[in-house]
């Protein structure tokens, strides 16, 4: 009997190649270039150390506290995009919070009340963004359209537009900033929040329910998800990302400002969708989410570690989120 | 036996019954249903609120709020039709169901590609601005090819696009002496700044007559010329277009094209009016204002529904509710509020307000 079907069903399916099943993950493509893209700058940066200095501590130092900023936003993005909705409004969120934070610091309260008030600003916005999607049906690109001009002003209502120095006790900037056995923390904290993205993404209902409702509302409805109670969550978690992101950023640039963050919400949605993050949601994994958000500044890195002109930058980086897309779309197409 | 040949057309009864099974099938509609079923009707009702708030505002206060006089009235004349041009272009991509986020992109290259052409390059002045026309095209034929071709979703295709020609803008705008990217300024000849910005009568300029020209010919594009039929059903729904043998790609392509061009032409005229090109106008979130001028409009975000009337009037709305927040002396602040609070309620409104009107829900 078991040899029979064992027999059966080694004729009907046909064992993958390792390649195949790695290029059938959602991430798959891009990562295989990532590791490919680090592999080179490596041998290169071995060959020849004077000129592209790669490996060097002072590089190293720069891509990890660039990254993170990145991110952390685009780790909130991710989830949010899983679960099918967009966010445009985290850029508000990002110098709001992190205002509210310097404020509260500098009106003389402990520097962890600052960040919980940080934190419980951008979950009230990110509620607000889900209730106006969920509650009347608009989509999520116009709710965070108009909730992006709105707290936007309000941050500056908050600041009337003047910066305010933050100079944190030493144990909090060493805890956000700080440099640990020659780690810089804000990567730590990258690293820390990609976990917890990935267990809630895949060890937790949560996660199912964000691509379960990504997926297909109707079918999430109708096996009994609560989709508005999870679109909010996930609302929630993107702007508390944020906020993370603009605690970690202020604290290492010493002054909170509320000038306007263009691009950080269309970088992060970038960022995800290079990492096979499906536009349409329920497709998606938190290796992707990283890996798009270290390909966005590694490739800038590139540019700038081989003396090439800053115009390339952005030319490079648009050129390769489409790329990446492209790869991607392949990859849906074929497995 | 001669059997008579079957009429060809309906008989008269025949007409009878199908006209009385149209009237139980169909509830006729009153006027106000109607009116609300078209995709302009909210913005409509929302700017005769305005008009009507700024002519009581006017009698009340006549010596404090000066929004009906000329020189007001001029401003606004030269500011709208910048951005309902870059709106008209995103709203008939929108209606074909695509973005374009590259549009702050294309409006600041293009002009600079033309002022570069013209001042330093020493080309003549036609040639110039039909290469920085032909460029706004290949632009939109690009972000076509790749939506079209490698089945990038158009958002992306678009933001490509625009990391890309935010990249372009720097290389050629830094400038030999400085080395750092500058801005720049068209001289261009004096019959070009008069028909580009010239003034005519009034608080009228010649902007306003170009708005006037986009938006009759989008109009008529959309709504009396085979191609829009072409739009709409390819934004409403492509494989049902695709079955009845249009060719969605191609209009897609059109469209972005359409698009580019469009915002193209509302740079050079603003080139034109303030004489100068920097290239940070590719940082000032003009894509999205766009799209919010359409979206305000009643134009659907996923295509196969929107008009002229109310993409113009959209982009009206933004700029004059900006005009009447400066005039009362408002603090900065407030603008960006009123407009995302606009934004979200025309939208809610929209679905609502249509749904009971028996229009497409969202």
Known sequence: MNTAIEKAASTRYTQKSWLDRVRAHPAGNVSLIFLGAIAICVVISLAVPDQFRFLSTANVNVLTRAIPTLGITALGMGLLMISGEFDLSIGATFGLSSYVMVLCYSLGYPVLVGVAAALAIAAVIGFINGWITVYYGIPSFITTLGTLFIFRSGARLVSQNKPLMFAPPEWFEFMTVGKFMGIQMQFVWFLVLAGLSWLILNRHTLGNHFFAVGGNPMAANQVGINVPRTKIAAFVWCALMAATAGVLAITRVKTATTDPQVFMELEAIAACVMGGIALTGGRGSVVGIVIGAVMFHLVKDVILLARLPGFYLDLFVGLVIVFGVTLNQVAKKRY | ?362
């Open chain 2, 1 to 362: 036996m001669t059997t008579t040949p079957k009429a060809l057309g309906p008989t008269a009864t025949d007409t009878q019954a199908i006209a009385s099974a149209a009237s139980t099938r169909y509830r006729t509609q009153n006027r106000r249903q109607k009116f609300m079923r078209n995709a302009s009707a909210n913005i409509a009702i929302l700017s005769v609120l305005i008009l009507a708030g700024t002519i009581g505002a006017t009698i009340a206060y006549p010596d404090t709020f000066n929004f009906y006089t000329t020189g007001n009235l001029s401003v606004l004349a030269q500011q709208i039709p910048v951005i309902a041009i870059m709106a008209i272009g995103a709203g008939l991509l929108m209606i074909a169901g695509e973005f374009d986020l590259s549009l702050a992109g294309v409006y600041t290259v293009c002009p600079f590609l033309a002022a570069l052409a013209f001042t330093q390059w020493g080309w003549p002045f036609l040639p110039a601005i039909a290469m920085s026309f032909l460029t706004a095209a290949l632009i939109g034929a690009t972000i076509g090819f790749v939506v079209n071709r490698l089945r990038v979703p158009s958002f992306i295709a678009s933001l490509g696009m625009m990391f890309v020609l935010r990249g372009i803008v720097r290389g050629i705008s830094i400038s030999s002496s400085t080395g750092q990217p500058g801005a720049i300024s068209l001289k261009p000849p004096v019959w070009f700044e008069w028909l580009m910005a010239g003034h005519l009568w009034g608080p009228f300029y010649m902007q306003t007559l170009w708005l006037a020209v986009f938006g009759v010919g989008a109009w008529y594009l959309l709504n009396r010329h085979v191609f829009g039929n072409h739009v709409f059903a390819t934004g409403g729904d492509p494989e049902a277009a695709e079955k009845n043998g249009i060719r969605t790609k191609q209009t897609k392509l059109v469209a972005f094209m359409i698009c580019s061009i469009c915002s193209a032409f509302a740079g050079l005229m603003q080139a034109t009016r303030i004489n100068i090109i920097d290239p940070g106008q590719t940082l000032t979130g003009l894509e999205l204002q766009a799209i919010a001028a359409c979206v305000i409009g009643g134009t659907y975000l996923f295509g196969g529904r929107g008009s002229v009337l109310g993409i113009t009037l959209g982009a009206v709305l933004l700029v004059t509710v900006e005009n009447i927040l400066l005039l009362i002396r408002a603090p900065g602040e407030f603008m960006p509020v009123f407009i995302g609070t606009i934004i979200i309620v025309s939208v809610i409104l929209n679905m609502n307000v249509g749904a009971a009107a028996g229009r497409r829900r969202y």
